[in-house]
């Protein structure tokens, strides 16, 4: 029986080696990974001609938070700074607060809402819109406009059954 040779253990060893990964890849590229799709991303605004209050919601975690207020000074600026946070967090549906007056009809800031929601469909984003009457809080110690962007989220989340 021939002898063999340190150098001989080490490169069976090699080889072995080698096709045990060669193997495991082959196994691993016939494998079908699960996993599960990403979570739906909704962003919520309480649009305002100056300021506009933003939250955000992920499906899965039911529960929307708030993130810094915009603050603009056009339509043109507004309309970008939500494309950027859209294209920023992978959004594709878009919640907007529709101010409707005490009796329930709309009026102009309603039609600047929608107008804002237009475009923002025009570019692509699926639009809805939720009755934000009373929903922007007085209390100085939060930022208002973004509390009511979180709370027209939520109450989107509830609606639709994405509120766990």
Request: glycine letters at 8%; a neutral charge; one cysteine or more.
């Amino acid at each position: 029986m021939a002898k063999l040779l340190a150098s001989d253990v080490y490169r069976l060893h090699s080889i072995q080696k080698l096709l045990a990964s060669h193997l495991a890849i082959k196994q691993f590229n016939n494998y079908t990974l699960s996993v599960p799709p990403p979570s739906e991303t909704f962003l919520g605004f309480d649009i305002g001609t100056r300021h506009t209050g933003v939250a955000i919601a992920f499906a899965d975690s039911g529960m929307a938070v708030t993130k810094d207020t915009i603050d603009h000074t056009s339509e043109a600026q507004l309309l970008t700074a939500i494309t950027a946070l859209a294209e920023q967090h992978h959004v594709k549906h878009c919640i907007l607060g529709l101010p409707r007056l005490p009796g329930g009809e709309e009026g102009g800031q309603a039609a600047f809402v929608r107008s804002i929601g237009n475009k923002l469909a025009q570019k692509g984003q699926e639009v809805s819109y939720i009755d934000e009457r009373y929903t922007t809080t007085r209390n100085s110690q939060y930022d208002g406009n973004a509390a009511a962007a979180c709370s027209i989220l939520n109450v989107y989340l509830s609606r639709t059954g994405n509120l766990t």
